[in-house]
């Protein structure tokens, strides 16, 4: 996923303000969901929650007004009732990230009792992407 950072998430220096990062976390955790042909609305309206349980950022170098930043995720661990996710967060065109990061995530009812990871969950996780010849979600 590609983000353009806007003027009302920098601070006064013109940087990426520090929360603004688990926004892009969360727009990328959609997208993830979205291109791989998933309804995250859906899966909530059918009575099972993603919810962030833990997360991690390393801040390594500072983000500013109008770059153009390539947040990449992986699903790097499925569990009984869990997942994890690892991300990079990279200026477009450089190599070195300017922030790494982690989230944990439970799967729970509305209720907020823990469940056990579904198979449509596993699967909506690790299935590739669905994208037309132009590279869009259909």
């Known amino acids: ?21 688990l926004k892009y976390l969360e727009r990328s955790r959609e997208e993830f969901i979205r291109r791989r042909g998933g309804d995250y609305a859906a899966l909530e309206d059918s009575g099972v929650l993603v919810v962030v349980v833990e997360a991690n950022l390393r801040y390594r170098r500072p983000a500013r007004f109008d ?49 056990r990871m579904t198979p449509e969950v596993r699967d909506l996780m690790t299935r590739p ?10």
């Open 1 to 21: 996923m590609y983000v353009r950072v806007n003027y009302a998430d920098v601070d006064r220096m013109g940087l990426l303000h520090h929360t603004v990062y």
């Open 67 to 115: 770059d153009v930043l390539a947040v990449r995720l992986e699903v790097t661990e499925i569990g009984a009732a869990s997942m994890r996710i690892a991300y990079e967060i990279r200026r477009e065109g450089e190599d070195e990230p300017l922030a790494t990061a982690t989230t944990r995530h439970a799967l729970v009812s509305r209720d907020g009792r823990v469940l």
């Open 129 to 138: 992407e669905v994208v037309d010849r132009r590279g869009e979600v259909p």
